[in-house]
Nanobody, 122 residues
Framework: QVQLVESGGGLVQAGGSLRLSCAASGRTFSTYTMGWFRQAPGKEREFVACITWGAGVTYYADSVKGRFTISRDNAKNTVYLQMDNLKPEDTAAYYC???????????????WGQGTQVTVSS
């Protein structure tokens, strides 16, 4: 069992940066792939990035590649999403997820946080 709590969302101007954190509880955190998804009003939840538990291999959606960086600290049971050069279209609720997969489909992931809002003004 893994519990996830996100933090770090907020309001930022276009071109700015934010760093999201996801604190996990549960002894098996380090064995899960960790991911970030986002959901804008009226849209489906979409994959943003994930990082595997072993080698720390990372995957990114094309829309954020080169601007966002995912990382994890297994000693602190925390995964991060550094978001740079933010755009208004990045506005969404951001969710942390844990699973035994690198599939980008949200339903394939097992555990979810409650979400944190990111709003980017133009």
């Amino acid at each position: 069992q893994v519990q996830l709590v996100e933090s770090g969302g907020g309001l930022v101007q276009a071109g700015g940066s934010l760093r999201l954190s996801c604190a996990a509880s549960g002894r098996t955190f380090s064995t899960y792939t960790m991911g970030w998804f986002r959901q804008a009003p009226g849209k489906e939840r979409e994959f943003v990035a994930c990082i595997t538990w072993g080698a720390g291999v990372t995957y990114y959606a094309d829309s954020v590649k080169g601007r966002f960086t995912i990382s994890r600290d297994n000693a602190k049971n925390t995964v991060y999403l550094q978001m740079d050069n933010l755009k208004p279209e990045d506005t969404a609720a951001y969710y942390c997820a844990a699973g035994k997969t690198v599939v980008t489909t949200a339903r394939s992931w097992t555990y979810w946080g409650q979400g944190t809002q990111v709003t980017v003004s133009s």
